[in-house]
């Protein structure tokens, strides 16, 4: 898992590309991966989970309260949009910097260090990213650090398995999904089998012969999983029983 200091500094890089595929793309513009949302709507969002979490993380040892408006609300005129993700994102790192990533803070449904909430944010606003970028017309996450992106898929699994009670499409009989991500040097850190048991998914870093294979770029599998790309345009290779990516994106992909 990559430090603190690494996510502070993702969630500033993503969020930079995020204003400019939103700027890009134009406000009106649908959002074919968030398929109810416009570019504005999907900028509104990503600006007001920043702010939300700014002011959970400046409030020690209280539960996590819900997502509610924002201060200051999101501009109207586009031109200035860019600048309040910016400052939406300065203010969140430098909250987190402030409350020390020991700090225990609300979370879902239980306290967590501050440091949970960096992850979050940071893999919150990559896959946002991709949103914006393919709105756009744009590569998506072309430039992402293949450790940032194994991480992001690493998250991914792991807070589906966390809320495996709510996805009752994910249970099954023992059937496997080995994921590979293929980047140099990854290692043990790209490669998962997700087991879809009676109680639903359960998550392990392991490389063995499974009924689904997904192998490619941790990029393209991020892409994939949560449903931003398909996984022919990813490029990504689907070995075994193709039914169970199809299975996982259906229930799991967001």
Not at 71 to 83: G, K, Q
Not at 181 to 199: M, R, S, Y
Request: charged content about 25%; aromatic content about 4%; hydrophobic content about 40%.
């Amino acid at each position: 898992m990559p430090p603190v200091p690494q996510y502070l500094d993702e969630i500033t890089r993503h969020t930079k590309a995020f204003s400019d595929a939103v700027r890009a793309a134009g406000h009106a513009t649908p959002v074919p991966s968030c398929p109810d949302w416009t570019v504005r709507d999907l900028a509104d969002h990503l600006g007001g989970v920043h702010r939300w979490c700014t002011v959970t993380v400046g409030n020690p040892g209280t539960k996590l309260k819900r997502r509610g408006a924002t201060a200051p609300p999101m501009p109207d005129d586009e031109a200035e949009v860019s600048l309040w993700l910016l400052e939406g994102a300065a203010a969140l790192t430098q909250a987190i910097r402030d409350a020390g990533e020991d700090t225990l803070v609300g979370g879902f449904g239980t306290m967590v260090p501050v440091s949970f909430w960096a992850r979050r944010q940071c893999h919150e606003t990559l896959v946002h990213r991709a949103d914006a970028e393919r709105a756009a017309g744009r590569p998506l996450l072309a430039d992402v650090d293949p450790v940032i992106a194994a991480d992001a898929v690493d998250e991914h699994l792991a807070m589906v398995a966390m809320g495996a009670s709510r996805r009752e499409g994910l249970r099954a009989d023992g059937a496997t999904l080995h994921l590979h991500a293929t980047d140099e040097g990854l290692g043990d850190a790209g490669e998962w089998v997700v087991t879809l048991g009676a109680d639903g998914p359960t998550i392990e870093r392991a490389h063995r012969k499974s009924d689904t294979a997904v192998r490619g770029p941790a990029r393209a599998l991020l892409t994939v999983l949560t449903n931003r790309e398909s996984p022919e345009v990813a490029g990504v290779d689907v070995l075994g029983a193709p039914d169970l990516l199809t299975l996982w994106r259906e229930h799991g992909g967001v």
